[in-house]
């Protein structure tokens, strides 16, 4: 039991070891920020289903450039950018773009198993694209992380409040002369680089406890636009970073670690989301409308039917 | 405000309406009722610019309709948005003024107090700090026309405002709508299955069917002679206690309360 404890939590010599990850420090806070910002929009887009698949096409280019030995980094992106064209091309109704999501994923992941295979090099190399990992971050790859990390803050900045507006409320937005839909297909690209530098430390598998939880989880404690990115960017460093800290001494992936940080975040801000609802949010609707003509105030279940 | 000429508009073969002239005036309360499938949402959408005429000339205040316009608001049907969503119903105001813009957008107290204030002129103050996913079907309405009151427009364009809505929060509504144009002289452009909730303040009504459509009054438009000529099948319009019931028109009842296909070509 002890020694199953000492493969999952080891501090020993930690600060030689911390010496050892700054790099993987730097890109975890770098990936926080763009995980936690881009995710509030794969979530008010319903996207999580994308980043998945892209995830696995982004898989299969980080492999084939393992396998050819050129830069890891530039592989995810090619792999990425071209999953996020093909499901911005085809798949523009929400549709239409899942059941091509699901076409091209398990090629994706086939493609990347194939390239794996046929690599003869480090074992661990080949399971860190999938599970993520934290020494393999060198200066270089650092630099094209922050490079398209910056890519994607330029373009969310201009992009921020038509984005907000379509991905909420398309048919106003599109009234008051949002491009709503050429909008889709560049999220998608945007989506797409955040997804192929965030392979890099969490793996593709678990793209999305950086690119969804975060983000969900804020969504649950505040309906604020400026504070839920701004919590769901400190939720997705703190996992980031927290979960390579933790995992430093270990020979586990680091995946697990922040998992199961984000999902215990998350799990926390779903509790604090239910006592608001019914307290702060919930309040009201015992409340007659105040200096309002309507004689009565609407039931409960009145309002839940009108949803449906 | 709105002139259209010889207007047609048609998909492909189908052709939705053609020959279409008709002046709205400032202050008018025009409705548009019709079928599924007739090209109400279709004239709305040629109205905000979204999609070209066929055939014929339209102009609003003068010029081509132009998308996202600031003479013109729109009030879509209502709808139930995720409960998550990140907005309270201020954001949802708000985007109206500035949503269109580019880059982040600092708020600033100048947009603040208009914001306010438009949410104050609907009656829409006390919940302005609520989640949009937590809003009542009446309550999103009140907030949908603040929104599209937001940059002060001349014409409203709405379409089916008062779909799902029950009898005290569909009035509240209208009357909002028409307060608004009395004070301030705004054309209402009012897409609708159902009359009966806005008989009151309609001025005109078009009437779209089959490809052909009727202009007039209520008492000149919705009668069995006219809507039978219109569908070209035998339509009784009823008025019983200050309402009006059309029977026999093929899904185009007076009380029907669908919306779904209503919603043709959307986006």
């Known amino acids: ?308 | 405000m709105i002139s259209l000429r010889d207007a047609a508009l048609s998909y492909g073969e189908r052709v939705l309406w053609r020959d279409l002239t008709l002046e709205v005036g400032r202050g008018e309360f025009l409705a548009v009722l019709g079928p599924n499938g007739s090209g109400k949402t279709s004239l709305l959408r040629a109205l905000l610019g979204q999609v070209p005429l066929s055939a014929g000339t339209l102009t609003i205040d003068g010029r081509p309709p132009r998308r996202g316009s600031a003479i013109v608001g729109y009030i879509p049907q209502q709808k139930s948005l995720a409960p998550n969503t990140p907005l309270r119903s201020r954001d949802l105001v708000r985007l109206g003024i500035d949503g269109h813009r580019w880059g982040i957008g600092r708020g600033g107290p100048a947009i603040r107090r208009r914001v306010e204030e438009l949410l104050a002129d609907v009656g829409a103050a006390p919940y302005a700090d609520v989640p949009v996913g937590m809003l009542s079907g009446g309550e999103q309405q009140r907030v949908r026309v603040a929104q599209a009151l937001a940059t002060d427009p001349r014409i409203l364009l709405c379409d089916e405002p008062l779909l799902s809505l029950d009898l005290n929060h569909q009035r509240a509504i209208t009357e909002l709508l028409d307060r608004r144009r009395r004070t301030r002289d705004t054309t209402v452009v009012f897409v609708t299955h159902e009359i009966n909730p806005i008989l009151a303040m309609v001025d005109r009504v078009l009437y779209l069917a089959g490809g052909r459509f009727s202009v007039g009054t209520v008492s000149e438009v919705m009668t069995s002679q006219t809507l039978s000529e219109l569908y070209g099948t035998t339509v009784d319009v009823i008025r019983t206690g200050g309402r009006i019931v059309v029977a026999g028109a093929a899904d185009a009842s007076g009380s029907s309360h669908h919306s779904g296909s209503a919603k043709e070509a959307g986006t």
């Open chain 1, 1 to 308: 039991m002890n020694d199953l404890w000492h493969q999952i939590f080891n501090f020993s010599d930690y600060g030689a070891l911390l010496g050892l990850v700054k790099n993987s420090l730097v890109a975890g806070a770098i990936l926080g920020l763009v995980g936690g910002l881009v995710g509030t929009f794969v979530v008010m887009r319903d996207l999580p289903f994308a980043v998945h698949g892209i995830s696995e096409l982004s898989f299969a280019g980080a492999s084939g450039a393992l396998l050819l030995g050129t830069n890891v980094v530039a592989g995810s992106l090619v792999g990425s950018l071209l999953a996020a064209c093909a499901i911005g091309a085809l798949g523009i109704r929400a549709r239409d773009r899942n059941s091509i999501i699901g076409v091209l994923m398990p090629f994706g992941l086939g493609l990347g198993v194939l390239f794996l295979a046929l690599y003869k090099g480090r074992a661990a190399n080949k399971f860190g694209l999938l599970t993520g990992q934290i020494v393999a971050v060198d200066t270089v790859q650092l630099s094209w992380l922050a490079g398209t990390a910056a890519v994607i803050l330029i373009l969310l900045v201009i992009l921020w409040r038509p984005l907000t507006f379509a991905s909420v409320d398309p048919e106003v937005a599109s009234a008051r002369g949002v491009p709503v839909r050429a909008l889709a297909p560049l999220f998608t690209i945007v989506l797409g680089l955040a997804v192929a530098i965030s392979i890099q430390i969490v793996g593709a598998l678990l793209v999305l406890t950086l690119l969804c939880t975060p983000a969900a989880a804020a969504m649950r404690v505040t309906a604020s636009p400026v504070k839920a990115p701004l919590l769901s960017t400190l939720f997705a460093t703190v996992s980031v970073v927290g979960g390579t800290m933790l995992a430093l001494g270990s020979s586990i992936p680091i995946s697990p670690y922040v998992t199961t940080i984000s999902f215990t975040i998350y799990l926390v801000c779903r509790g604090i989301g239910a006592v608001r609802t019914r307290t702060t949010w919930g309040r009201r609707k015992a409340l007659p409308y105040a200096g309002q003509s309507e004689a009565r105030t609407e039931a409960p279940a009145a309002r839940l039917a009108g949803k449906g």
